[in-house]
């Protein structure tokens, strides 16, 4: 098996486990109050990535936790967590995914206007057809605008944040101490939202096995998230993550009932089409050049 084959089906394991890992926790939040269910299912999945760090002699809190940009990156990745809950509670699971699939270009974005990454003008081009497909997503009139798709908006801005903060962590922090890390922000998104919800701390049977199936899939999809991106080449490897749409519009549809229209599909493809040609385009740009036949002679 090739490393690009490889990424692609641990890209495309972690993307479904994503979209599994929402549905459940969707479910979760209708028996259970938001705030807990999010605060337990932190703390199980920082305590299984914990447990994978001592299982392969890691530190599970190394010192780099504690550096400025491991703590930049863990408040951005608060803001994004504390939304995109609130997002899976008030809002449909399709139209979150949905709007979720425009954090590469608001990654590539980031990069261009903070770190000086060269951006040509056709992957410009396509971050503007990305950002209009949120547009027709969204329905900015006033007979049509929701004030809650602000949520998911917000949420995918944090997650976006957080990615290009990743690039300050130190490359000796595995993607298991990383996990661990990311959901010890988890459980305090969980904390601060349970501090606003006036439910009892009760539930079900079935809502607490859901927010119990949700730590187990979500720490494996982080685990080969990480796994994915550090195997075979970014540009092949990346697209595939457009697979957790595809996967949470069905999962929405038969698990919630939920039914996207023609304009929500028309954005998605928008965003979804932009988002791939860009991360091509990205792949191409930092590809190194062949010498010419001259310079290799002299090499």
């Not at 939040?29 to 807990?36: Q, T, V, W, Y």
């Not at 550096?67 to 608060?78: N, Q």
């Not at 607490?208 to 970014?234: D, S």
């Amino acid at each position: 098996m090739t490393p690009n084959l490889k990424g692609s089906l641990f890209m495309v394991a972690a993307m479904c486990a994503f979209a599994a890992e929402d549905a459940l926790l969707k479910s979760a939040f209708e028996a259970i109050p938001r705030g807990l269910a999010f605060t337990v299912f932190g703390i199980l999945a920082a305590t299984l990535c914990a447990t994978l760090s001592l299982i392969a002699g890691e530190r599970v809190f190394p010192r780099e936790f504690l550096s400025r940009g491991l703590l930049i990156r863990s408040g951005i990745e608060l803001v994004g967590r504390l939304f995109f809950t609130l997002s899976l509670a008030l809002v449909s699971l399709s139209l979150t995914s949905v709007i979720l699939q425009a954090t590469p270009l608001v990654v590539t974005l980031g990069a261009a206007v903070l770190f000086g990454e060269k951006v040509g003008p056709r992957r410009w081009t396509a971050m503007l057809v990305g950002f209009l497909g949120v547009i027709l997503i969204l329905r900015p009139t006033p007979g049509h605008f929701d004030p809650l798709v602000i949520l998911p908006v917000l949420g995918m801005l944090g997650f976006a944040g957080r990615d290009l903060a990743t690039r300050a962590a130190p490359p000796h922090v595995s993607g298991r101490q990383l996990g661990t890390l990311g959901f010890i922000v988890v459980t305090l998104a969980g904390l601060v939202i349970w501090a606003f919800d006036p439910r009892p701390p009760t539930g079900t049977a079935i809502g607490w096995a859901a927010v119990a199936g949700a730590g187990l899939v979500g720490t494996f999809a982080y685990n080969a998230l990480t796994t994915a991106m550090r195997t075979g080449e970014v540009s092949v490897v990346a697209p595939f993550r457009y697979s957790r749409l595809l996967v949470a519009l069905v999962v929405a549809y038969l698990a919630f009932g939920e039914r996207v229209d023609a304009l929500t599909f028309a954005g998605a493809a928008l965003i979804v089409g932009s988002g791939l040609y860009t991360l091509i385009r990205s792949g191409r740009a930092a590809a190194p050049r062949p010498l010419s036949p001259r310079k290799e002679e002299g090499a």
